[in-house]
């Protein structure tokens, strides 16, 4: 089953995050909404941290600092990265700089939404992709605009697995593939580059299962912080594939941003 055939248009700002266990298919959710929805745009905070990097912005310096030391990039600056694209993009105006915003939300003080004004336009829909986390995050990320849909994608742990055993990777890019749900064109290849895929040493099922307990403890209290602020935001859909999610996914999008 294909839905790349449908293109809808949204008649208001759509602004979207999936939740869901390592393996539930994330990637693949992302890239049909992206190709049903024209004026849905995926912000990924990886993407977004490589580029900084690679273009050796001043946010981009501080991040390879963290990331060259082996540590996590902390989240105000996670923050900041958000921050300069939508306003890049026009999607959001602010009457204060960048690191004001950022300060005055460590602070806990309430200024920081106040200095910052959403646009509204259909146009400025997007779907946030790694971030947030955790409900500090989220927190966080709420005062610089609100998120008005939060999907939380189930798929069986046994599911998750098997797919995880049959996991191939691109190691330049990170796009991942599986083997009888998400196969390459050409067996053992990258789509893109036709470069070798590798397996990962760490994808033992031992590992998998830590993982899967990591996410549960978690998102757990992501998805109470967005059902605390409306108990109609989070939406869980449930399927042992994509093909079985993403019809429901669509539908919800349909019903409350469609034209």
Known sequence: MTFATVSRKLREAARVILVGAPGVGKGTQSERLIQR???????????????????????????EAYMNDG??????????????????????????????IIASIGRGNGSASSAV???SRPDCSFLLDGFPRTATQAQALSHLLPMNL??????????????MANRWIHQTSGRVYNVGFNDPKVPGKDDLTGE?????EDD??????KRLSKFEETSSSLLDFYRKQ???????????????????IFEEIDRRFGA
Do not use: M
Request: hydrophobic content about 35%; overall charge negative; aromatic content about 4%.
């Open 37 to 63: 929805y024209p004026q849905l745009s995926s912000i990924a905070t990886g993407d977004l941290l490589r580029d900084h990097v690679k273009n050796k912005t001043s946010l981009g310096k501080q991040a």
């Open 71 to 100: 540590g996590l990039v902390p989240d105000p600056l996670i923050l900041n990265l958000i921050l300069s694209e939508l306003t890049t993009r026009k999607w959001l105006t602010v009457d204060k700089s960048n690191d004001e």
């Open 117 to 119: 004004q959403p646009d």
């Open 150 to 163: 939060v999907f939380h994608l189930v798929t069986p742990v046994d599911i998750i697995l098997g797919r």
């Open 196 to 200: 070798t895929l590798v397996q990962r």
């Open 204 to 209: 033992s099922e031992a590992t998998w299962r």
């Open 230 to 248: 409306d108990s109609s935001l989070v939406v869980t859909v449930k399927g042992n594939s994509s093909d079985e999610i993403s019809p429901q």
